[in-house]
């Protein structure tokens, strides 16, 4: 089948296969929807079939040994950019559809981050639009599509990509990358649909990290009673490596389990599976007010951090902010003249 291997995005596979099936594909495909979700390699596997002497993808005719082996003469593929797509690129696309095709049913061009293309290389790439040709196949892959003119827009049949649901990526986690499931529930809920971004993402810090880190901004006391634990661990986190951001988001996610505690949803709902024993304690202690809260003083220490805030001081009152008593949970720090926070 059409997509086989490649997680999510069901209504846009059977739409492809519906193209290939009435042999109605169009001059112009683009493919947009957040990053890293599989919008490429969802492209790449509909060429296989596309360009596979039976329509199916068999994987042993000439055109699907090539897809394969990534050295179709057919397709030019211009990816992996860093930077703009000027015109000169834009040439080379030009070349490559002055023949023939070889071995496949059409030429064809496929752009990733084809919101890379210059506003030169855009007219460009429009002129060539422009000028439909039934042995010729675009296919333009982006994640900001509103940065394409939107005569190139019109000429597309769009296929609009979605998040892939978390579910899905923890379950693929497990059963194809041998995770376990406590680890493979957060980095999904990190990764936001991406299983791209789940693959990377850095499994020291969301496994051994997430707890020791959950843990020690948990046994914080009131920073109005002794503020000093407050200013250590600050002094710890700023100095450890990695995303800060990521650390804010690990604990977004635990106040969030806190919070589905307290509005009735149950364990299997959490995220942090394995710290139910700590997000239930801390459940008895807090509000849905109260976490509220904490997850705006979270939200607005990323916002600091991204506008270059002082990382430590931002950490220090984070940290005065998250452990407040939960009917103060609410309120405004001022430190008065003898150094105690109120
Ligand atoms: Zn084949």
């Known amino acids: 089948m059409l997509g086989d291997g490649i997680i999510g995005h069901e209504r846009q596979k059977k739409l492809l296969q519906k193209s290939l099936d009435r042999n109605r594909v169009p ?7 957040p990053e890293e979700i599989g919008k ?29 082996q990534g050295n179709h003469p057919d397709l030019f ?17 030009q070349k490559h559809l002055r023949f023939h095709p070889f071995e496949a049913p059409r030429k064809v061009c496929l752009i990733d981050d084809a919101d890379r293309m210059t506003a030169a290389a855009q007219s460009a790439f429009l002129k060539t639009l422009e000028e439909p040709s039934a042995s010729t196949l675009f296919i333009l892959v982006s994640g900001k599509a509103d940065l394409l003119l939107p005569t190139i827009r019109s000429r597309c ?9 978390r579910e899905m990526i923890t379950l693929c986690l497990i059963r194809q990358h041998g995770m376990e499931e406590a680890e493979a529930r957060v980095v999904a809920a990190v ?21 020791k880190l959950i843990e020690d901004v948990d046994a914080l006391p009131d920073a109005a009673d002794n503020v000093l634990p407050h200013l250590q661990l600050a002094q710890r986190l700023s100095e450890k490596k990695g995303s800060q951001e990521a650390r804010l988001e690990l604990l977004q996610l635990y106040f969030r389990d806190v919070l589905f505690l307290l509005e009735g949803r149950t364990e299997a709902d959490l995220i942090n599976i394995d710290l139910v024993d700590i997000i239930r304690r801390r459940a008895e202690r807090e509000t849905s007010d109260s976490v509220l809260a904490r997850l705006e003083a979270l939200r607005e220490t990323g916002l600091a951090l991204a506008g270059n805030a002082n990382l430590r001081l931002t950490l220090d009152v984070l940290l005065m902010r998250l452990s ?18 109120q």
């Open 27 to 33: 001059s112009a495909y683009l493919f947009c929807g």
């Open 40 to 68: 490429k390699l969802l492209a790449l596997n509909f060429l296989k079939f596309f360009f596979c002497r039976g329509n199916k993808g068999c994987g042993a005719c000439v055109n699907c040994k090539k897809m394969e």
């Open 77 to 93: 593929c211009l990816s992996g950019h860093a930077g703009p797509i000027k015109i000169d690129e834009l040439r080379l696309i």
């Open 157 to 165: 049949q769009t296929v609009n990509f979605g998040r892939i649901p």
């Open 191 to 211: 990764a936001n649909g991406s299983l791209a971004k789940a693959l990377k993402e850095d499994r020291e810090l969301y496994i051994s990290d997430r707890i």
């Open 324 to 341: 407040r008593p939960a009917d103060h949970a609410g309120g405004q720090f001022s430190i008065s003249t003898n150094g105690k926070v």
